[in-house]
């Protein structure tokens, strides 16, 4: 069963990281059509948070077309994205994993990694790379 994670620092909603979880999760090859999230009772569980929280969230994924919800059964994954190539995607995880790495052993922080990152991808898609 797939799993949620929270990070309370992120500065993200709670509701937001549970939504951007699914996507990448669809992207990457984890969850497929078909697939059943937990339920709103299995998550709110584990993560200890609102229920209303966990519906806002399966909401917005429903209304971008990703899921269905389906009353007494759950909520499945209705949308098909075409996951990155297994190849290309374990070469590059490789590559960014030890990019990370370094920059940790650098000393550089959490928010700077992320800050790092963020504005190089800005400017290749400044550059029309992205």
Same mark, same amino acid.
């Given at each position: 069963?797939? @799993?949620?994670? !929270?990070? /309370?620092?992120?500065?993200?909603?709670?509701? $937001?990281?549970? &939504?951007?979880? *699914?996507? @990448?999760?669809? !992207?990457? /090859?984890?969850?497929?059509?078909?697939?059943? $999230?937990?339920? &709103?009772?299995? *998550?709110?569980?584990?993560?200890?948070?609102?229920?209303?929280?966990?519906?806002?969230?399966?909401?917005?994924?429903?209304?971008?077309?990703?899921?269905?919800?389906?009353?007494?059964?759950?909520?499945?994954?209705?949308?098909?994205?075409?996951?990155?190539?297994?190849?290309?995607?374990?070469?590059?995880?490789?590559?960014?994993?030890?990019?990370?790495?370094?920059?940790?052993?650098?000393?550089?922080?959490?928010?700077?990694?992320?800050?790092?990152?963020?504005?190089?991808?800005?400017?290749?898609?400044?550059?029309?790379?992205?």
């Amino acid at each position: 069963m797939f @799993q949620f994670r !929270l990070d /309370g620092s992120s500065g993200v909603p709670p509701y $937001l990281q549970i &939504v951007h979880q *699914v996507r @990448q999760a669809l !992207l990457l /090859g984890y969850l497929r059509t078909g697939d059943q $999230l937990p339920t &709103v009772k299995e *998550v709110v569980a584990s993560l200890a948070i609102n229920p209303n929280t966990v519906v806002k969230a399966y909401r917005q994924l429903e209304n971008e077309g990703m899921v269905t919800a389906r009353p007494g059964q759950g909520t499945f994954i209705t949308a098909s994205i075409e996951p990155v190539a297994p190849g290309p995607y374990a070469r590059l995880r490789r590559s960014l994993e030890q990019w990370v790495r370094d920059a940790y052993a650098s000393g550089l922080d959490d928010e700077t990694v992320t800050a790092m990152f963020a504005t190089i991808r800005n400017e290749l898609r400044a550059e029309g790379v992205a």
